[in-house]
């Protein structure tokens, strides 16, 4: 791994550029032109490709003034390159997740810069998620987002006990993981797809979308999944009988599901419904790429942010001025 901490910005600069633009050639964000004047500095560019109006069909220049950064979410940034490299590195090495609370320690900053760094960062993790699954796939739901909580009323035998948690599970979300599984000889890792939704039933259009016809779909016996019976070929388990029937089984998802509950357990605490599927999607990508090393991961972080859009978290603060981020 190339020595991140001690880079300089003009290093960490050209790192993000020549991952942006490996051809080297500026390339301007709004018409894909790669002719341009460099402006003042180097880092600048003004683009000379021409435009078409959707509407009345003529033709006009686009002059925009772009940089590396720009339409991305580190568009408007304030901190330095460098800076941004170490944010990186920090949250690939917390394999199991990385609480924003430590950020702001081992980087003196305030708090709410990690905090809306890192979301950044997941929300760009999701930039290939329009890259549908095939082959065989494992299909489960884990129920996260409320605290173990303990009775508020004496219970005395074990049916009000159940009632109690039955109306306690109702309020819990479901985590959603569609995974597909490695090919043999570790060639293909198997990507992850995850969604987080008020039940397993409202992820099944998620499901749906993510998968190319002809996939064969590993579920367990809940009947939401009968709703994917039309499209795919199902493969039912009955876990309450044994953990493989007939070759069906969700095994992958599960040890999916043993990161998310050790994410849990260590580092994130409290899975607040707004940012579930966040943390989800970390972790599934950190999953995904856990025999990938750090060096590279970082690369393909900077990949992800280089290639997606302005964030929902820019200026995040400043719309929230007077709140806790949750
Ligand atoms: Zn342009």
């Known amino acids: 791994m190339r020595d991140i901490f001690r880079m300089t910005e003009d290093e960490a600069y050209e790192m993000f550029k020549s991952i942006k633009w490996p051809d080297g050639m500026p390339t301007c964000p709004d018409c894909g032109s ?40 580190l568009h408007s940034r304030k901190r330095s390159f460098s800076d941004i490299l170490v944010s990186i590195a920090e949250f690939v090495n917390g394999v199991m997740g990385t609480a924003a609370l430590r950020m702001k320690r081992w980087e003196g900053s305030s708090y709410k810069t990690p905090f809306v760094f890192q979301h950044k960062i997941r929300e760009a993790l999701k930039v290939d998620y329009d890259q549908k699954l ?12 409320s605290k173990k909580v303990k009775p508020p009323f004496p219970i005395t035998n074990d049916a009000e006990l159940e009632k109690f948690y039955d109306l306690y599970r109702k309020k819990q979300t479901s985590l959603v993981v569609v995974r597909e599984r490695p090919s043999e000889g570790g060639s293909k890792p198997g990507r992850l797809r995850v969604i987080h939704r008020e039940s397993e039933a409202a992820a099944v259009a998620f499901v749906k979308s993510v998968l190319e016809p002809g996939t064969i779909v590993h579920v367990d016996y809940g009947n939401q999944w009968l709703r994917l019976n039309m499209h795919f070929k199902l493969m039912r388990v ?25 994410a849990e357990r260590g580092v994130y605490r409290y899975w607040w419904p707004r940012y ?13 790429n856990r025999f990938v090393d750090n060096g590279a991961q970082i690369d393909m972080i900077i990949s992800c942010l280089m290639r997606a859009g302005r964030s929902s978290f820019t200026g995040y603060w400043q719309r929230h001025k007077n709140r806790l981020p949750f």
């Open 34 to 73: 790669n002719k341009s004047w460099t402006l003042k500095g180097g880092r600048r560019w003004k683009c000379q490709g021409v435009t078409t109006d959707p509407v009345t069909g003529g033709t006009g220049k686009c002059h925009l003034q772009y940089t590396v950064t720009s339409r991305t979410p």
């Open 134 to 145: 095939n082959g065989v796939v494992e299909v489960d739901g884990l129920f996260v987002g």
């Open 238 to 262: 009955n876990h309450s009988v044994s953990y493989s029937q007939n070759g069906a089984c969700t095994n992958w998802a599960e040890s999916f599901f043993s990161r998310v509950r050790a």
């Open 276 to 288: 579930a599927e966040q943390y989800g999607v970390e972790l599934a990508w950190k999953e995904e």
